[in-house]
């Protein structure tokens, strides 16, 4: 199946959901907990107004059930909240499309010859022909080739928790709202500059030509379901250039904080309590949505 294909029948829940993967665990810090990140936020009469979780993007059966805290908070929510609805038809071609190089432009023109070799290795071991790669920006190549080594590893987006509370919400009849847009997210991903997407892309495939996503993952998960937020910072930065990325989780995650708080402060004015499910990097440290709705005087505690 061409990259194309695997994107429009459904493989870009694949692509989005493991990158968001990566974001879980960027700049967190605190005391662990022993339980996934779940905050309550009131507003100044001290009425609920939303439940901020935490969530894992790719998973397996171990993941579940979800705490009861997690459980109860959803079930008292009368609409949810995700960073992007994976329903929306638009999200498979904005990717799709953003993802490809001009034409007359190759992936191995764009890097030095030491980390084109690795992406060739890292795509034959997980069974992509070089050809495909080719014709991919650094963002979708890294991406793509993560994705797929986590599915061969045993990891699924079907058992991602986003992804099953979008699906469950439906089907209790609860609103399924986003608080981004493809196109946003594509600017994300693609943000930071050459020197940070290549490194970005170096420690994908490290992992993947070592053999060591399975691993990764079963640890980020263990970290995840601990409430561990050291440790998933740990795992974040694992292989990483740190300064080299910098500027990539500037936008990946700081600027969207920002943006996703003025999002939320809409959102939370309008009738019924909210679920709200994003990447637990998103939730904790000094720049953290909590931290930033705190700041303009919610309410805001760690459940």
């Given amino acids: 199946m061409t990259v194309v294909g695997m994107a429009m029948s459904g493989g870009v829940g694949v692509l989005r959901r493991l990158l968001v993967c990566w974001l879980c665990s960027v700049g967190l810090s605190g005391a662990a907990l022993a339980a996934p990140t779940l905050w309550e936020v009131r507003d100044a009469q001290g009425g609920v107004r939303a439940y901020l ?79 495909q790669v080719q014709t991919m920006q650094p963002w979708f190549a890294s991406t793509l080739l993560m994705a797929l080594a986590a599915n061969q590893a045993g990891f699924s987006t ?47 495939v490290d992992m993947v030509v070592s053999g060591q996503i399975g691993d990764y993952l079963a640890r980020m998960v263990g970290a995840w379901q601990a409430g561990d937020d050291a440790a998933l910072e740990a795992l974040m930065l694992e292989g990483a250039d740190r300064e080299a990325v910098a500027p990539l989780f500037a936008t990946l995650i700081d600027a969207r904080n920002l943006e996703m ?24 440290g000094e720049r953290g949505i909590p931290a930033e709705l705190a700041a303009r005087g919610w309410q805001v505690v760690r459940r």
């Fill in 261 to 284: 708080a003025d999002r939320l402060e809409t959102l939370m004015v309008e009738p019924g309590v909210m679920f709200v499910s994003v990447g637990g990097g998103h939730l904790v």
């Fill in 158 to 204: 079907e058992a991602g928790v986003d992804g099953v509370l979008q699906s469950r919400a439906r089907a209790a009849g609860k609103p399924v709202l986003a608080l981004e847009t493809p196109a946003r997210q594509v600017a994300a991903l693609s943000a930071g500059g050459e020197r940070a997407q290549q490194a970005a892309l170096r420690q994908t």
């Fill in 53 to 131: 979780f935490g969530a894992i993007h790719l998973c397996h059966a171990a993941c579940y059930p979800l705490p009861a805290a997690v459980e109860a908070a959803f079930a008292a929510s009368e609409r949810t909240a995700f960073e992007l609805d994976v329903s929306d038809p638009s999200l498979a071609r904005t990717l799709v499309r953003a993802g490809r190089l001009p034409d007359g432009q190759s992936l191995k023109s764009l890097m030095p010859a030491e980390l084109y070799a690795q992406v060739h290795d890292a795509s034959r071991a997980v069974g992509m022909p070089v050809s």
